[in-house]
């Protein structure tokens, strides 16, 4: 999902979409990243939904390192966010009744998703990998 | 000019008695992280009484509870603040995984529950708070999306924060992870069950508490 298609949004519709889109059992790879604060409601959000069907979600963003850049850089970088939005690193966000645990380090993601043979029943797992590099 | 005098006068007053002041301060961070042992411990330390009840089954606190007038003194310093211990924030919470702990359904899904609304509360919280200590298990991997939207949200809110690494005691325990994750905090290992390191963690809360 590229970034454009919810920075119209308000952030209670942004977490709407999101939930919808993943309450319809898909992953979620976006462009950019949720504000802290819009992380914080959709978790809120996510627990209000929460019944038999829908256990929850996993999620996980991974962006740029920012800590070395010069402070010329930074500015144009934070200036950049400020008009168009954070559009750096991606997100992954899905229900947890298909992705298991997203497994995150420095560098990398790794997601595990989960087999169900029938229905709930979560007796057989497998385990995909999705390795995705930071951008620079 | 009025408000900008009034600011400046407030900020004086603020830093003559800064060194007693009453505050509310948060122990947040995702479930089984030892969040209650912590708060058991400070209050063992200075009340003489625990808290609440811990157990091994995650979501064990599932309301905010909060204790009153703890007062801490520290190097010719003293502090008095609420405690504020609150569930443990997680994105997924499935009955399921309660049925494991010989649980009927019935008692599983009811934890579920409460769970999610304890969840819900500890967010809504983050704005009365003054101070927050984030409660990492220190045998975990820090890079969860919990812990960076919890450490984010304080963040955005100005918050002041001090990051327990708990479990310390632990073989598996990896506090330089924790270091390296959240470069920008201080970050005190503690073993909260076993009281190891209070002292230094008493101090980064002096430390953070300006």
Known sequence: ?136 | MIKFLRDFVQRMVDKLFSTKRHIKMGLYGPPNSGKTTLANRICKDWLGEKMGSVSNIPHETREIQIKEKIHIKHKNKELTFSLVDTPGIATKIDYEDFLKFKMSEKEAKNRAKEATKGVIDSIKWLDDMDCVVVVLDSTQNPYSQVNVTIIGNLAARDIPVVIAGNKVDLKKANLKKIESAFPQYDVVGISAMNGKNMEEFYESLFKVIK
């Open chain 1, 1 to 136: 999902m590229p970034y454009s298609d919810i920075e119209h949004l308000t952030t209670s519709d942004r977490i709407d979409k999101l939930l919808d889109i993943v309450k319809g059992n898909k992953i979620v790879l976006m462009q950019g990243r949720l504000h802290p604060e819009e992380e914080g409601k959709l978790i809120q959000e996510t627990m209000q939904q929460i019944e038999d069907s829908f256990r929850g979600i996993e999620i996980c963003t991974i962006y740029p390192e920012e800590k070395n850049l010069q402070l010329l850089k930074r500015m144009k970088k934070e200036m950049v966010k400020y008009i168009v939005g954070n559009r750096d690193g991606i997100t992954i966000i899905g229900p947890a009744t298909i992705v298991r645990e997203i497994k995150r380090d420095t560098n990398n993601m790794m997601l595990l998703t989960m087999h169900t043979a029938s229905g709930r029943s979560m007796t057989k797992k497998s385990k995909s990998t999705t390795r995705s590099r930071k951008r620079r």
